[in-house]
Structures are given as structure tokens and as C-alpha cells.
């Protein structure tokens, strides 16, 4: 069974910094493609950066050099670097593998950033 299991949110004040953690497990096929995700209160989900399996990366506007995003294969994990947070960057944020056609969710981890 394929589980994603996110860590690394929580409080932050604005101009600070956290370092988001996406771990797979029961993936047995390679990962295409990794990705974060983010749905502030009342709002749609949104993407915040994406990489691929040759390690091009793609991000949201309101978040280029800020964040960074990085994957490490062997243990089937993304990361996301976040930089410089703003108080537009609270929400939930989610990691997405896409795997063979499919794709698998995490759960969420919250990030608050206070003005």
C-alpha cells in the first residue's frame, strides 16, 4: 500500500524559513514526478513547485527564489525549501507522486506564517 507522509510545517513568523519533507513508501516503480502543493483557508489547491525525474523543476510565480524543491530517489523523498515566508504562504501543503500514471497524495501539513 502506498503511503506519503509529509513533515516539517508549523508556526513561523514572516521572513523566516521552513523545510517541508515528503516520504513514500510501498512505491516499487519509479517516480516521474514529485510535487508540492498548497489550499489556503477558502481557497482552491494550488500548485507551488513540481520536479520532475530528471530534475527539472517548475515553480508557482509567487514563490520563485524562495522556494526550492529537491528529491532524493533513493529514498523516495521530496523536499521543499521555503524561504523568505510571507504571510500569503500559510496553508496546508500537500506532496503529489505521480508514479506510472498514477498519482498518490500526502495527508497535509500545515504551515502558518504570521505578519
Known amino acids: 500500500q502506498v503511503q506519503l507522509v509529509e513533515s516539517g510545517g508549523g508556526l513561523v513568523q514572516a521572513g523566516g524559513s521552513l523545510r517541508l519533507y515528503c516520504a513514500a513508501s510501498g512505491i516499487h516503480f519509479t517516480i516521474l514526478a514529485m510535487g508540492w502543493y498548497r489550499q489556503a483557508p477558502g481557497k482552491q489547491r494550488d500548485l507551488v513547485a513540481t520536479?520532475?525525474?530528471?530534475?527539472?523543476?517548475n515553480y508557482a510565480d509567487s514563490v520563485k527564489g524562495r522556494f526550492t524543491i529537491s528529491r532524493d530517489n533513493a529514498k523516495n523523498t521530496v523536499y521543499l525549501q521555503m524561504n523568505s515566508l510571507k504571510p500569503e504562504d500559510t496553508g496546508v501543503y500537500y506532496c503529489?507522486?505521480?508514479?506510472?500514471?498514477?498519482?498518490?497524495w500526502g495527508k497535509g501539513t500545515l504551515v502558518t506564517v504570521s505578519s
Open positions: 520536479i520532475n525525474s530528471g530534475g527539472s523543476t
Open positions: 503529489l507522486f505521480s508514479v506510472s500514471g498514477l498519482e498518490y
